[in-house]
């Protein structure tokens, strides 16, 4: 579907040479959209940003979409949509089985690297904020038709597993028994006995081997540990309405048998380099280098990560790689993609991003823990908000303040706002969504129920509401460019903001005729871009609330 503004920039393109980039007005009182085409052409062409404006004005042929454009301030062209045709674009939307997302023509495979929980740990408030911005992630990119595949890089192997694992034997437990919070208590007493004893850390290191060679009893239990782990990310998976399955789990073990040899050849070919017995691989521009082979002849984190940005490029096909990672990795997702690139990995035309999310605070501004002092994971905060809300809606506030900030800036978990059913939360978006639907379920008991393919659209707030309408498929398209899901969110509080004007200066129910059926059309045509969006976001679009 093309909306009006794509054939308008087409056409304006056409006659300035290059991308209009139009921008909705910021005020009612400048049209619809506005181009600053002419300042940026200006210079080249020698002339004053406002006669290149002129003149673009003169060449356009646009009078079947828009209202004659003005030219405002330093050079800027507003254009105004004329009434009729932004009319049949709400109508065309209401007729779109993607509610005017527009479908790319060439759908590309891009790979979403996120939530990446630890075995034998509870997730943490960062693999919460990644599994949900992950998940919006892939369900934006998704629902423009590209070809998503998730990849849960679990944390499923590295020497933690030999203590684990000769703690378990040395209280003669049996982990499959285990709960993942039980798992999590084994680990501390592991590690506590692990700096305490000697002979203990000995046999840990020993135990490592094992695990590494393929011992039958150590890898029994290793697989017990991942299996209750898997069972308790399931769950919570489960009960955040995510995505994730087991067909997305891509561990840190799978990439085990891959490392030496990929490590030998970077040896062999000369990007890898012996330094101070350590394997490592120098890039230009950065202070210390990865260590793709430790001393004692382990591998690490990195080589791992390598090693999957390998098997992504090659096995998957992959042409944009994702990874949804706490800003504090930043440094080695930098280096990662350096070294994939030299290393030969990563072709030019495949793209890498880091989506860096910042810390979850407290009220009082601090990394938020427990009141024991250790890292709060889901069931807590979800426990939290569901003392004050509804669990779709207490789910809804959780997500929503994750995804409405700037990914990078660390956010207040301030659950007494986030649950507010007023302002820019969650609970606002999902009732602004049942209360349309209320509307639309009453005008069917009166019988309301044929709905106008030709849309009135006299009052200011209705064609507010109706150009807001229209630009969902842009704001979906800019998530997908830049992965910044609060565009997303601000839109669709917009919107909701529209909405709620509308109901006030332009009655539904009680209006008749043409301008009643119009209306409801208005009506429905929001609910589905709100109930769009909002599944979007991961945010169950309630009915009745
Ligand atoms: N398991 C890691 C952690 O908890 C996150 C892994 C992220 N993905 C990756 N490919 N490195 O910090």
Redesign the pocket.
């Known amino acids: 579907m093309s909306s009006p503004s794509s054939l308008l920039s087409a056409r304006i393109k056409a006659v300035a040479g290059i991308e209009p980039e139009l921008r909705p007005a910021t005020k009612p009182q400048f049209g619809h959209y506005q181009s600053n085409v002419a300042l940026r052409l200006a210079n080249s062409e020698r002339k004053s940003p406002r006669e290149v404006a002129a003149d673009i004005v003169a060449r356009l042929d646009i009078a079947d979409l828009c209202e004659p454009p003005e030219i405002a301030g330093p050079g800027f062209i507003n254009f105004r949509l004329r009434t009729e045709v932004l009319a049949q674009a709400v109508t065309d939307q209401l007729a779109d089985p993607h509610a005017g997302v527009s479908q790319v023509s060439k759908p590309a495979v891009v790979v979403i ?1 996120y939530s ?3 075995v034998a740990k509870q997730m943490h408030v960062g ?1 919460l904020r990644s599994t949900v911005i992950g998940d919006c992630l892939r369900r934006v990119i998704g629902g423009v038709g590209h070809q998503v595949i998730a990849q849960n ?3 499923d192997w590295g020497t933690q597993f030999g203590m684990l694992v000769e703690q378990i034997l040395d209280e003669g437990i049996d982990a499959s028994s285990l709960t993942l919070p039980e798992a999590e208590e084994l680990y501390a007493r592991a590690s506590a006995h692990f700096r305490a004893e000697k002979e203990f850390a000995d046999r840990a290191r020993s135990r490592v081997v094992a695990l590494q060679s393929g011992d039958e009893l150590t890898r029994d239990i290793w697989h017990q540990l991942i299996n209750i782990s898997l069972a308790g990310f399931n769950a919570a998976y489960r009960r955040m309405g995510v995505l994730l399955t087991d067909d997305d789990l891509a561990g840190e073990s799978t990439y085990n048998d891959e490392l030496g040899p990929l490590v030998a050849e970077l040896e062999r070919n000369g990007t890898a380099v012996i330094d101070d017995g350590a394997l490592c691989v120098f890039v230009d521009g950065f202070a210390a280098p990865m260590i793709v082979r430790k001393r004692d002849g382990g591998f690490g ?1 990195a080589a791992t ?1 390598l090693a ?1 940005i390998r098997r992504r490029v090659r096995d998957l096909h992959a042409n944009r790689i994702i ?1 949804v ?2 800003a504090r ?1 930043s440094d080695h997702f930098d280096l990662l993609f350096a070294v994939a690139r030299k290393a030969g990995f990563l072709p030019d035309e495949v793209t890498t991003e880091h989506v860096a999310f910042g810390t979850v605070l407290g009220t009082d501004g601090k990394p938020f823990k427990t009141r024991e002092g250790t890292a709060v994971n889901l069931n807590t905060l979800l426990d939290a908000a569901e003392e004050q809300a509804a669990p779709p809606v207490a789910l809804a506030a959780i997500k929503y303040a994750d995804l409405s900030n700037g990914l990078n800036k660390d956010y207040v978990f301030d659950v007494s706002r986030m649950v507010q059913t007023t302002g820019n939360t969650g609970p606002y978006l999902q009732y602004a969504h049942a209360r349309v639907t209320q509307v639309l379920r009453k005008a069917a008991a009166r019988g309301y129920g044929e709905q106008s393919k030709v849309l009135v659209l006299e009052e200011a707030a209705e064609q507010t509401l109706a150009l807001l309408l229209i630009r969902f498929g842009d704001v979906v398209d800019e998530v997908v460019r830049t992965l910044q899901p609060h565009r997303l969110c601000n839109y669709l509080y917009e919107l909701s903001g529209a909405l709620a004007i509308f109901y006030e200066q332009c009655p539904v129910l009680q209006s008749s005729g043409a301008v009643r059926d119009s209306r409801l059309a208005l009506c429905s045509a929001t609910k589905r871009v709100l109930a769009a969006g909002l599944t979007m976001l991961g945010i169950e679009p309630l009915e009745r609330m």
Request: net charge negative.
């Open positions: 690297d990446a929980p630890n693999h890089h679990i944390g984190y990560d999957a990874y990672v706490d990795q």
